[in-house]
């Protein structure tokens, strides 16, 4: 131990130590110059606003009634069989098509019912629908 005296031991190292202070410098300027760059470059677009509801479009409901004795009604108006046909076929006709509600007496015979389906369905309405009435409790 010969180069060291009382004199070394008790001097304070008055310097800082510089490069743990220059590494991390260095790093976050490399993490910065990355970064910057991406976040500059965004696209700026106009988008559009738009309600979250939820539009309907409800198509009007047409109801055709097959009476006891045979004859057609469209929405309570009673029209002739040779009508039937024509009026169905306006209405098949627009956009969007309505729904067909068919309501058979309990009396008529099934074949005025099946007449007034094949001319649904020749008229081109898609939606064809028979309304019933649910029996009572007992």
Do not use: C, W
Request: no cysteine.
């Amino acid at each position: 131990m010969a180069g060291f005296t009382a004199d070394d031991q008790e001097e304070v190292m008055s310097e800082i130590n510089m490069v743990p202070f220059i590494d991390v410098m260095l790093v976050l300027l490399i993490i910065f110059i990355i970064t910057v760059p991406v976040m500059k470059h965004a696209v700026n677009v106009e988008l559009p606003r738009a309600s979250n509801e939820k539009e309907q479009i409800k198509p009007e409901t047409l109801n055709l009634t097959v009476m006891a004795d045979g004859s057609y009604a469209i929405n309570d108006e009673k029209i002739p069989d040779d009508q039937l046909a024509p009026r169905l076929q306006a209405e098949g006709a627009k956009q969007p098509q309505p729904d067909l509600h068919i309501r058979g007496d309990r009396d008529v015979r099934y074949e005025r019912v099946a007449q007034a389906m094949a001319a649904a369905q020749q008229a081109g309405l898609k939606k064809i629908g028979f309304v019933t009435e649910p029996k009572p409790a007992p």
